[in-house]
Nanobody, 128 residues
Framework: QGKLVESGGGLVQAGASLSLSCAAS????????MGWFRQAPGKEREFVAA???????????QYADSVKGRFTISRDDAKNTVYLQMNSLKPEDTAVYYC??????????????????WGQGTQVTVSS
């Protein structure tokens, strides 16, 4: 089935912006819901943002309250890529960010167990 590969992570100062990308490798993005999750040391993986596919449904995105108004998720199916634009970064945003694809039917958008495919993760560190 191939894999998902995240990129764009790095070390930035609080208030800065960072853009993450998730590209398909050996697979083609479907029209299923795709999401971004993050996991900090000692904590469980948590939902960040999700977006629906364009075919069959309209593009629709939703966000965790902690990132709403600061992060923007988007996708380009022609390029098999999903993005996460992060603005006004805070130290608490520090975590490994993961891309997830193909939400299972009936699964909750914010549930990690609801997705079939995952990337290896990219580290985002926000200093203060």
């Amino acid at each position: 089935q191939g894999k998902l590969v995240e990129s764009g992570g790095g070390l930035v100062q609080a208030g800065a912006s960072l853009s993450l990308s998730c590209a398909a490798s050996g697979r083609t993005f479907s029209t299923s819901v795709m999401g971004w999750f993050r996991q900090a040391p000692g904590k469980e993986r948590e939902f960040v943002a999700a977006i629906t596919g364009a075919r069959g449904v309209s593009y629709y995105s939703q966000y965790a309250d902690s990132v709403k108004g600061r992060f923007t998720i988007s996708r380009d199916d022609a390029k098999n890529t999903v993005y996460l634009q992060m603005n006004s970064l805070k130290p608490e945003d520090t975590a490994v960010y993961y891309c997830a694809d193909e939400l299972k039917p009936g699964a909750l958008v914010g549930s990690p167990a609801g997705y079939v495919y995952w990337g290896q993760g990219t580290q985002v560190t926000v200093s203060s």
